[in-house]
């Protein structure tokens, strides 16, 4: 009996042991996430001409203010030059791959940074012109977090290959950026915004690219009634939808797209004093072309972007109430926009960047009955609906030493305005077109960076 009890004994401590080699190779042949973190601490030390139109601890540049005069007409108060340094915009992210089943492979981004969070006083008491006792401390925020599936090797000859993005990230019609270290990286004359989405690539091949996406909004709104909000999609119940087409080769990369995006201005109106549900609906659609080319140490990019609205990507548009319904509902008509920019770049550990904007604001495709008011424009919040046309002329020059980046820029931005009526309305086309001026602002920008 023993010997059968030791018998048993060896035979089930082979097994186990067979049992935790063979766990041990299928947990050693499991893949596991790699993690890469990245990022950097970023000094800005800026120089502004005149009061301007900014965010983020005013490093993040959009446009000069208009005129302002003084009670006897003398003084321009908005000609008020100002400087200030920040480090808020330094950043944190995380990067994981390595994670597959077959040809399925799984990864992420994490990525953060700080916002402004900091204060200015709403009455300076005529002491100063715009921003002023700014303070507070940088708060973080939330730049990018998604989940990534990819489907390799896909095809008969294995070229193809598709890639799903889910959650915060860049809006497929701002990923492309110019070549500059400065915070706006071109915009307004460009889309910006980072927003939840799904979005899809198909690789088909070795040079085509199918992209779509369902876009929601969180940081970056669309205008209305109640100012800049995602209560108007929310209720919209209508994600934004995107779509291009890309084609590349050998540093040369060209992609169209179009995006459309349609939203509830209003749930709620008001028909013969009484509250009611109502059916408001605005949609506006826009389009957009762009290229890049690199060879040796030049490099070039340029895009243009048409159609309606697009306030939520901080382009300087927007829509307007033209008139009313007798079910209380409203009809909306959007703005209609051109933006453009060019950007060059030569070298490598000495950089050479040249930077070219320009945006029209063409208003309303047909135009209203009259005049429209002031207050029925909602332009987006970063600009003013009395704009006519900007533009920018942005050259730097930057010194990469290893993982340090020293960065010098001077910016020019011209803004011509119009001038509201005697009512404050504008056209029947939603257009300031009297009065015409031009002011402008003189940026000198200063970046030290040191990456890790």
């Known amino acids: 009996m023993k010997r059968i009890y030791l018998i048993l004994s060896v035979v089930l401590i082979s097994f186990c042991a067979l049992n935790v080699s063979a766990a041990e190779k299928e947990q050693k042949a499991e893949p596991k996430n790699n993690f890469k973190f990245y990022g950097f601490i970023r000094n800005y030390f800026i120089f502004d001409s005149r009061e301007s139109k900014s965010g983020t601890g005013d490093l993040f540049y959009y446009l000069p203010l208009d005129k302002k005069m003084n009670e006897d007409g003398t003084q321009d108060l908005n000609a008020t030059s100002s400087f200030r340094f920040l480090a808020l915009t330094s950043r944190l992210g995380v990067d994981v791959s390595g994670y597959s089943i077959n040809n399925v492979h799984f990864g992420a981004k994490f990525e953060g940074d700080f916002y402004s969070g900091l204060s200015s006083a709403s009455d300076v008491k005529g002491y100063f012109p715009g921003n002023s006792k700014i303070s507070g401390t940088a708060t973080a925020r939330l730049r990018q977090a998604y989940a990534t599936v990819t489907w390799k090797e896909l095809g008969k000859e294995q070229q193809n290959s598709v890639a799903m993005k889910i959650g915060q990230a860049w809006h497929p019609m701002a990923a492309d950026h110019p070549h500059l270290f400065s915070l706006e990286v071109g915009a307004p004359f460009g889309p910006f915004s980072r927003t939840p989405l799904v979005q899809m690539d198909a690789n088909l091949g070795n040079n085509w690219v199918v992209s779509a996406a369902a876009i929601w909004q969180m940081q970056y709104q669309s205008a209305g009634p109640v100012g800049g909000s995602a209560i108007y999609m929310k209720y919209g119940k209508t994600p934004e939808l995107y779509a291009a087409l890309a084609y590349k080769s050998k540093g040369f990369l060209l992609r169209a797209g179009v995006d459309m995006v349609s939203i509830k201005p209003r749930a709620l109106g008001t028909l013969d004093g009484v509250t009611v549900k109502v059916s408001d609906r605005k949609t506006s659609v826009?389009?957009?072309?762009?290229?890049?080319?690199?060879?040796?140490?030049?490099?070039?990019?340029?895009?243009?972007?048409?159609?309606?609205?697009?306030?939520h990507m901080n382009l300087m548009s927007g829509y307007a109430k033209i008139g009313e319904n007798s079910d209380g509902s409203w009809e909306y008509a959007s703005l209609r926009n051109s933006s453009s920019w060019l950007s060059l770049s030569y070298g490598k550990k000495w950089q050479g960047v040249l930077f070219l904007g320009y945006i029209?604001?063409?208003?309303?495709?047909?135009?209203?009955?009259?005049?429209?008011?002031?207050?029925?424009?909602?332009?987006?919040?970063?600009?003013?609906?009395?704009?006519?046309?900007?533009?920018?002329i942005n050259p730097q020059v930057i010194y990469n030493i290893g993982k340090m980046n020293i960065g010098l820029e001077y910016q020019w931005t011209a803004v011509e305005y119009g001038d509201y009526d005697s009512e404050g309305n504008l056209n029947k086309f939603g257009l300031a077109d009297q009065g015409l001026h031009w002011v402008g602002n003189h940026r000198v920008n200063l970046m030290v960076k040191y990456n890790f």
Request: aromatic letters at 16%; charged letters at 15%; proline letters at 2%.
């Open 360 to 392: 029209k604001n063409l208003g309303l495709a047909d135009a209203a009955n009259g005049p429209i008011a002031k207050g029925n424009v909602y332009f987006c919040g970063n600009g003013f609906s009395n704009i006519n046309q900007m533009y920018r």
């Open 286 to 311: 826009l389009g957009y072309v762009y290229t890049q080319y690199s060879k040796n140490k030049f490099a070039v990019k340029a895009k243009t972007t048409f159609g309606q609205g697009g306030e």
